[in-house]
């Protein structure tokens, strides 16, 4: 992530070199995503016969040869092939998850998640640190730093990732999103095994109760990936954004991300609840892209993305807990990993749709329209979002307020 996070800010004005407009940007955002979506159940299942710490490696690697790929292109056709080699290492994520599967007990296993998930939002922040400064001195810099610190990592995995499943400890099937935010024993099975894998219903599932929260995930998540995928470009025409100050931007976005989701997710979700964050975030996404598009001064910039930080911030992990608490333990995790998934696709036609709008129309074009997307959703989808909740729960589900 740090990888990923010293490159994003600094795509769309080194694409430009190349003669890439907002949509080429757009493309090369979404490349990279498409790449890791199409990746990570092939890796997930090559590190259940090969081993988690040699697909790791491998995939790090390949990271670091996209990186280095990437900051020597000598044009467009190259750097996005960069960007498709780099995502489909990426898709590693999923492998990470599990090793920790493999290598904590379940009891320490939503601890270690939130470690991840921590690493991953801070590594994005860090990484568009060091992206900043390695810009400010050359513009080739910031991919070899990333891929230095990937080869970095290859050799720190392959030195403390074990090379098979530790002794007495079964190896399972990845599903984080089971019982307590891990896996859920499997009586009389010697193992365990994801709790969507004894689910009967599965996708029919997801559609009949859960789809208002995962189409409220694929608006938002679009929108938000958009801005991140063009932000640099309007920066540049509006504010001169360098590689430096868009780099700077994006740490500052990410540092926000973090503190929001660490300071006020908690306190916030319970005194709200989450149907009403939800609500609150989908505000702040949309009112956060509309200053933007109106942006004419650093103020009103600033404004844009303090709106934006706490709006993504709180939307976000309201979301996952919503349909988690909505949908029965048996269903828990088809019904995560088919809101993932989504959101993995809103993340490859957000960025598409915002470039073509962006160059075609006008910059704030694309945030309007961004905008008017998640008004629609928090009008038409949260209600729902809940009246399923009330289907997904019988008598033997309800929350006891305990």
Not at 187 to 192: D, F, K, N
Not at 230 to 251: H, N, P, V
Not at 303 to 317: E, N, T
Request: net charge positive; charged share 10%; with cysteine.
């Amino acid at each position: 992530m740090l990888g990923f996070g010293i490159v994003l800010p600094v795509l769309g004005l080194y694409a430009q070199r190349f003669g890439a407009d907002a949509l080429s940007v757009g493309l090369l955002v979404a490349s990279y995503s498409l790449a890791q979506l199409v990746s990570a159940p092939i890796l997930r299942r090559v590190s259940d016969r090969a081993g988690r710490r040699s697909v790791l490696v491998c995939s790090l690697l390949g990271f670091a040869a996209a990186s280095l790929l990437t900051g020597l292109a000598g044009s467009l056709t190259v750097l996005l092939a960069g960007r498709l080699i780099g995502g489909a290492a990426a898709g590693s994520h999923s492998v990470a998850l599990g090793a920790v599967t493999d290598l904590a007990g379940p009891e320490e296993r939503p601890r270690l998640f939130g470690h991840l998930s921590s690493a991953y939002a801070l590594g994005i922040a860090l990484g568009a640190v060091l992206g900043g400064l390695a810009g400010a001195w050359n513009e080739d810099a910031p991919f070899l730093v990333a891929a230095a610190l990937a080869c970095v990592n290859a050799v720190a995995v392959w030195a403390r990732v074990p090379g098979s499943t530790p002794a007495g400890r079964p190896a399972v099937a990845t599903d984080p999103f089971g019982e307590s935010g891990a896996t859920v024993a499997a009586e009389g099975s010697g193992g365990e095994q994801p709790a969507a894998a004894r689910s009967g219903s599965g996708l029919r599932t997801v559609r009949r109760q859960h789809v208002g929260y995962i189409a409220v995930g694929v608006v938002a998540v679009a929108a938000f990936s958009g801005f991140e995928a063009t932000l640099a470009l309007l920066g540049e025409q509006r504010f001169d954004f360098t590689l430096a100050s868009a780099s700077a931007a994006f740490a500052t976005i990410g540092v926000g991300l973090v503190v929001v989701r660490v300071v006020l997710v908690g306190p916030v979700t319970r005194r709200l609840g989450d149907e009403r964050t939800v609500r609150w975030g989908l505000g702040g996404v949309a009112a956060g892209l509309a200053v933007l598009a109106a942006a004419a001064t650093p103020a009103v910039l600033v404004v844009a993305l303090v709106l934006l930080v706490l709006g993504h911030g709180l939307l976000i992990p309201a979301l996952w807990t919503g349909v988690a608490m909505v949908a029965a333990a048996q269903d828990r995790g088809t019904v995560l990993r088919t809101q993932q998934t989504a959101g993995a696709l809103a993340r490859v036609v957000g960025p598409v749709l915002a470039g073509l709008l962006f160059d075609r129309l006008a910059p704030g074009a694309a945030y309007l329209f961004g905008a008017a997307l998640v008004v629609v959703a928090a009008a038409v989808l949260v209600p729902v979002a809940n009246a399923s909740t009330g289907r997904a729960q019988g008598p033997a589900d309800k929350v006891t307020g305990e």
